[in-house]
């Protein structure tokens, strides 16, 4: 399965023999746990279309964080927190619109770690990514005074009542890569979540991680394609040398998962099931690739969202 930004997952479909039962798989919870490699995978690749295509000097990345608030209210927060993204992200795509640019933004949720270490709260604050000019020479779409204006609104809405939140929200140019900056924050605040859920405290958490305008969402999902068998082939051949020589390679950055085997009569041995990675933009073509079936595209992410 490949990617629009050049995440791919393969299977190498190697037998297996085992005396050891395979551990079922786990069922996946909706609510409160971090998120999945579905979600991740949709955000970078959602946030990689807005860079590849209005250039990262035209992007701006977004935070948007809570003050101190009475435990009733941050327990109101918490409880409505997609009504405040909700808000928040239809007022921006308005902003967006308003100035002439696609309405498009992507978002992602985490869990404050030092307000959490330093008061034993759960927190959440936001970060996105949407075009903020059309170039550079045109005027940013959403100024800092405005953008501080809007999450005060969003926030108010819920609370339903005027707040102020001078400091709350930051918006600044991407200097490298917004996949990047996304992917930073989406890799945090895991082992506060699985904390916060075993401690029975899951109704603490976002319902949701992250969100993402309809049209990059679909998008991306027309844009996720099939490895042909020749192309398949090629990455099994070749995945040992890849990962030892991986500058000269078509790949980014390449994994191959092994599992851990039970024999009887000898030493347990690793074989490798699966490898993963991401292609090199100038390498993605290279690859002989089709378009997933409409049908089996929905059953296929039907499985795994």
């Not at 009475?70 to 405040?84: D, G, K, L, T, Y």
């Not at 020479?137 to 809007?150: G, M, P, V, W």
Request: one cysteine or more; a positive charge; hydrophobic letters at 35%.
């Amino acid at each position: 399965m490949l990617w629009p930004n050049g995440e791919f997952s393969l299977g190498l479909s190697m037998p297996v023999k085992s005396h050891k039962p395979p551990n079922p798989s786990p069922r996946r919870e909706r609510s409160g746990k971090a998120q999945t490699t579905y979600s991740r995978r949709m955000v970078r690749n959602c946030v990689a279309q807005l860079e590849y295509r209005v250039g990262k000097q035209n992007l701006a990345f977004t935070t948007y964080t809570l003050p101190e608030l009475p435990p009733e209210e941050m327990a109101i927060i918490r409880e409505e927190f997609a009504e405040v993204c909700r808000h928040l992200k239809q007022m921006i795509e308005r902003d967006l619109h308003r100035a002439g640019l696609k309405p498009e933004l992507v978002y992602v949720i985490e869990i404050q770690e030092e307000r959490y270490q330093r008061t034993g709260q759960a927190v959440p604050h936001i970060h996105a990514v949407f075009q903020s000019r059309k170039s550079r020479y045109h005027s940013y779409a959403i100024s800092k005074e405005r953008n501080t204006q809007l999450w005060n609104r969003a926030v108010s809405n819920v609370l339903g009542r005027e707040i102020e939140i001078p400091s709350g929200a930051r918006i600044e140019k991407v200097k490298k890569s917004a996949e990047r900056y996304m992917a930073k924050y989406m890799s945090k605040g895991g082992a506060i979540a699985q904390k916060l859920a075993d401690e029975g405290r899951i109704n603490e958490l976002p319902k949701a991680w992250w969100g993402a305008t309809l049209t990059l969402r679909r998008w991306v999902k027309a844009n996720i394609k099939l490895f042909s068998e020749k192309s398949e082939q090629f990455i099994k051949d070749n995945y040992r040398q890849f990962t030892e020589n991986l500058k000269e390679s078509p790949f980014s950055w390449i994994y191959v998962h092994l599992v851990e085997v039970f024999e009887p009569h000898g030493e347990d041995i690793k074989i490798p099931v699966a490898v993963v990675g991401k292609i090199k933009r100038n390498w993605i073509d290279a690859f002989e690739c089709k378009q997933i079936e409409s049908n089996i595209r929905a059953e296929f992410l039907t499985v795994i969202h």
